[in-house]
């Protein structure tokens, strides 16, 4: 047995607002819990609504800029900067900008939908 696991083949979470999310390590992929590492590219003008997951998320910028909304307070990374967001902050993620995001970001525990209070389904 290898001490050591290559993705080939992350996967590509199904989505409707044009983000590429390409989870290499976690739940869908690998059944980790622990964490989950994943490749996004936000595209120009797209967002999220506010939400407050139950898990800390680590975001690093590769190029682009990212918009973070976090407990009232705007926050723009651009390329080679980083972020940590505690778990349980209230959050909103865009890239309200002309260009797209491309990003890594980093969960852990892994990023679970049922871990994740998005707004809009507190109705």
């Known amino acids: 047995m290898k ?23 976690g739940n869908a992929t690998t059944n980790n ?3 989950s590492i994943a490749h996004m590219v936000a595209p120009p003008k797209w ?4 939400q407050t997951p139950e898990f800390e998320e680590y975001t ?6 990212k918009q973070f909304i976090i407990e009232g307070e705007t926050i723009i990374l651009e ?3 980083s972020i940590k967001i505690e778990k349980n902050t209230r959050v909103q ?5 002309e260009e797209p995001c491309e990003y890594i970001a980093i969960c852990r525990p892994a990023f679970d939908f ?9 109705a």
């Open 93 to 97: 993620y865009s890239n309200p900008f």
């Open 33 to 35: 819990p622990d964490i």
């Open 3 to 25: 001490n050591y696991f290559i993705q080939k083949a992350p996967f590509v979470v199904p989505t409707t607002d044009g983000k590429l999310i390409e989870e290499h390590h």
């Open 114 to 122: 049922t871990k994740v209070h998005r707004e809009e389904d507190q």
């Open 47 to 50: 967002s999220e609504p506010f």
């Open 60 to 65: 690093y910028v590769i190029s682009g800029k």
């Open 79 to 81: 390329a080679g900067q």
